[in-house]
Nanobody
Framework: QVQLVESGGGLVQAGGSLRLSCAASGSFRSISAMGWYRQAPGKQRELVALITSGGNTNSADSVKGRFTISRDNAKNTVSLQMDSLKPEDTAVYYC???????????????WGQGTQVTVSS
């Protein structure tokens, strides 16, 4: 089984910074894309940032220039550095990874349990 464990959420004032981390563990063959999504109360879950195994990244327009995604393929970890945080960044942030368990299976998305980020004005 694959587990994604997030850490680093919390409460911060507007303009501050937080760093989220996510580690994948368990028995699997390969991870392709890893990313971060968020869901604010009453809203749909949305993509924040994505990074491929080759290091290509994509991020939502609302976080461009403020958030930076990175990963360590050797450690199966992905991080999200969040700077210049705004109250509208308040949400539960979820780690996501596309994982291949073995050569007989396809890549399948796995999710972390979520970590709360609250930005006060």
């Amino acid at each position: 089984q694959v587990q994604l464990v997030e850490s680093g959420g919390g409460l911060v004032q507007a303009g501050g910074s937080l760093r989220l981390s996510c580690a994948a563990s368990g028995s699997f063959r390969s991870i392709s894309a890893m990313g971060w999504y968020r869901q604010a109360p009453g809203k749909q879950r949305e993509l924040v940032a994505l990074i491929t195994s080759g290091g290509n990244t994509n991020s939502a327009d609302s976080v461009k220039g403020r958030f930076t995604i990175s990963r360590d393929n050797a450690k199966n970890t992905v991080s999200l550095q969040m700077d210049s945080l705004k109250p509208e960044d308040t949400a539960v942030y979820y780690c996501n990874a596309d994982v291949m368990i073995n050569i007989m299976t396809r890549f399948k998305p796995y999710w972390g349990q979520g970590t709360q980020v609250t930005v006060s004005s």
